[in-house]
């Protein structure tokens, strides 16, 4: 491979890892945000019990919260696995 096609494959690389972290960082900044300006404008609504049950709204959020980000930290794996391990190897393998 010559320097200007591993170069080319290089950039790829860096342009399709940026667009993944973008989107991910934007969706995990925009969970823990909502997060912390509901409690920090409204912390009552965090207080409300669900009817009929022991669990406040604040205790359901935060957890749904910690699952969203389990979520993202798969889809980051599935995605660095499915397009930029295979741009590595091309790299390495130049």
């Known amino acids: 491979m010559t320097e200007n096609k591993t170069e080319l494959l ?4 860096s342009k399709t890892r940026s ?3 973008t ?12 997060f912390i300006g509901v409690i920090a404008f409204n912390p009552s609504f965090f ?9 406040s709204i604040g205790i359901l959020l935060g957890f749904l919260l910690i699952l969203l980000i389990f979520f993202v930290t798969l889809v980051y794996v599935y995605l660095a696995n499915k397009k ?5 190897e091309k790299i390495k393998n130049d």
């Open 23 to 34: 989107s991910l960082l934007f969706i995990t900044i925009l969970g823990y945000f909502g």
């Open 19 to 21: 667009q993944i972290i």
């Open 47 to 55: 207080g409300q019990m669900f009817q009929g049950l022991n669990i």
């Open 10 to 13: 290089y950039n790829q690389l």
């Open 84 to 88: 930029l391990q295979p741009l590595i």
